[in-house]
């Protein structure tokens, strides 16, 4: 008899999204497994196009430590969209393989309803493919100097015509006009 591979999920509590070295936490002991881990990879077949790959697992919340903004929790202030999972699973006898690596959409917590009895949040994450897809992508240099925390950013990247700019930075300031 085959046994089954040890799945592992881990998140990057303290790396920012773009970082390329990061320190992985283990919440295996978290994860509702009875409920299940869920990845969706892959094309329907081999003439369609390759949708994102998604994860969804809902987590026990009982101690209340995936809840943003809750700051008794191991983890905060880091419970932000966009963290770093990654779900690996491990044959017995070696040999690894990640089976999902992305981002975290956000951390929705559901309070106890009908037979469940405790906090969960449903997890929903998605990988690099669904970011470059987004509208609000960046290019290297914007994400770069958006990283030194600027006082304000002006990209010039509004349509040919326009008679004002706005700033991107985290500190928003006033747009710019002629």
């Known amino acids: 008899m085959t046994s089954l591979p040890v799945l592992t999920v881990e998140v990057a509590w ?3 999204p773009g970082d390329t070295t990061l320190t ?20 329907a077949d081999e003439l369609g196009v390759v949708p994102p790959s998604r994860l969804n697992m809902r987590l026990d919340n ?4 995936f809840t943003p903004g809750n700051a008794s929790s191991p983890y905060y202030p880091h419970v932000v969209a966009r963290k770093r999972i990654r779900l690996t699973a491990t044959k017995p006898g070696g040999g690894t393989s990640y089976r999902f690596t992305g981002f ?9 309803t009908g037979g469940q009895e405790y906090a969960v949040v449903e997890v929903s994450a998605f990988d690099r493919l669904e970011m470059l897809g987004r509208e609000d992508v960046r290019s290297p240099l914007s994400e770069e100097l958006l990283r030194d925390d600027p006082v304000c950013y002006y990209p010039l990247t509004e349509p040919t015509g326009s008679t004002s700019a706005g700033d991107i930075s985290p500190n928003r300031q006033p747009a710019l006009s002629t």
Do not use: E, K, M, S
């Open 24 to 43: 992985w936490t283990d919440i295996t002991a978290y994860v509702d497994l009875p409920g299940g881990i869920a990845v969706t990879a892959g094309r």
């Open 104 to 112: 975290v959409r956000d951390w929705p917590v559901r309070w106890p």
């Open 14 to 16: 303290p790396n920012q």
């Open 62 to 65: 009982t101690d209340g430590r």
